[in-house]
């Protein structure tokens, strides 16, 4: 044998959960994202802890106080491109959302980089210490700490997508996991 052909991946053991216990915290996930940086055109990668335990419900939490696009009450004709969409019978007043506003639209773009912002932060599983030794316990101390080590947007986002492929099947982007999460 060549050694090469006679490779068997290890074969996937799926666990079956008859009973859930109050307490046990099954559903924890942990795991790692890694980040890039390069320094003096040295690069290097950086593993940094996440967990996606409670992300779900920030989310949601977060989620309800996105942006709404301001609302018009307008007659909608049922010949119009968007009466005949609706499949009208006759003309219609209609509440009618816009959202090419652009004090929505600048609104909306500030909550996803706060959404992103604060997710990232809520997912690293780290230790926040600020320069005076104590510990940052809100959000705007944690941000402040990243932003003072200098991350980027892109980190950010790669911190946001590995906590979202914390608990997601995907064979191929599984490498940022740990053996034993």
């Known amino acids: 044998m060549d ?17 859930l216990i109050a307490g046990e915290a099954l559903f924890d996930s942990r795991g790692f994202t890694i980040i890039k940086i390069t320094k003096n055109g040295i690069e290097k990668k950086t593993k940094l ?20 696009p301001p609302r018009t009450f307008e007659r909608i004709k049922k010949d119009s491109k968007e009466g005949k969409a609706m499949g009208l019978k006759h003309d219609q007043m209609m509440t009618v959302f816009d959202d ?27 230790k926040w210490t600020k320069s005076d030794g104590t510990e940052a316990k809100t959000f705007e ?10 991350i980027t947007g ?25 053996r034993n999460s």
């Open 49 to 68: 802890p996440i967990k996606s335990t409670g992300v779900a419900e920030f989310q949601e939490k977060l989620s309800g106080k996105a942006p709404k």
């Open 141 to 150: 101390e944690k941000r402040e700490i990243l932003k003072s080590n200098n």
């Open 100 to 126: 090419t506003d652009d004090d929505y639209i600048d609104a909306l773009e500030k909550h996803t980089q706060d959404f992103l912002w604060q997710i990232a932060v809520f997912a690293l599983d780290i």
């Open 154 to 178: 892109h980190h950010i986002d790669k911190i946001y997508n590995d906590v979202i492929l914390l608990t997601q099947f995907e064979e191929d982007r599984q490498d940022f996991l740990s």
């Open 3 to 19: 050694g090469i052909s006679d490779f068997k991946p290890e074969e996937e053991v799926v666990e079956t959960i008859s009973e």
